[in-house]
Nanobody, 116 residues
Framework: QVRLVESGGGLVQPGGSLRLSCTAS????????MAWYRQTPGNERELVAS???????DYLDSLKGRFTISRDNVLNMVYLQMNSLKPEDTAVYYC??????????WGQGTQVTVSL
C-alpha cells in the first residue's frame, strides 16, 4: 500500500497564499504521476494540477498563473503553491498518486478556506 498525507491547509484571506505538501510512503512503491484535486460539498472532485515523473505539469485553465505544482522524487513529495487565492478556491484539497502499475492512491485531504 501507498499512504499519502497532506498538510498545509488552513484559513487565508482573499489574495493570500498557502503551500500544500503531500508525502507518499509505503512498502515497495514506484510513483509515476502526482496531482492535486479539490472537492466542495455536493460536487465531484476536480483536477487542479498534475505533474508527471519528469516534471511536466498541467493545470486547470482558471488557475494558471496562480497555482504551481512541483515534486521531489527523492523525498516522494508533491507540493501545491497557491497564490492570489479567491473565495471560490475554498475546498478540500486531495493528493493523488498513480504508480507504475497504474494503481491510484488518495490522501485524506486538507481543508483550504479563503475568506475574510
Amino acid at each position: 500500500q501507498v499512504r499519502l498525507v497532506e498538510s498545509g491547509g488552513g484559513l487565508v484571506q482573499p489574495g493570500g497564499s498557502l503551500r500544500l505538501s503531500c508525502t507518499a510512503s509505503g512498502n515497495k512503491f514506484r510513483i509515476n504521476d502526482m496531482a492535486w484535486y479539490r472537492q466542495t460539498p455536493g460536487n465531484e472532485r476536480e483536477l487542479v494540477a498534475s505533474v508527471d515523473y519528469d516534471g511536466v505539469t498541467d493545470y486547470l485553465d482558471s488557475l494558471k498563473g496562480r497555482f504551481t505544482i512541483s515534486r521531489d522524487n527523492v523525498l516522494n513529495m508533491v507540493y501545491l503553491q497557491m497564490n492570489s487565492l479567491k473565495p471560490e478556491d475554498t475546498a478540500v484539497y486531495y493528493c493523488y498518486v498513480r504508480d507504475f502499475w497504474q494503481n491510484v492512491f488518495w490522501g485524506q485531504g486538507t481543508q483550504v478556506t479563503v475568506s475574510l
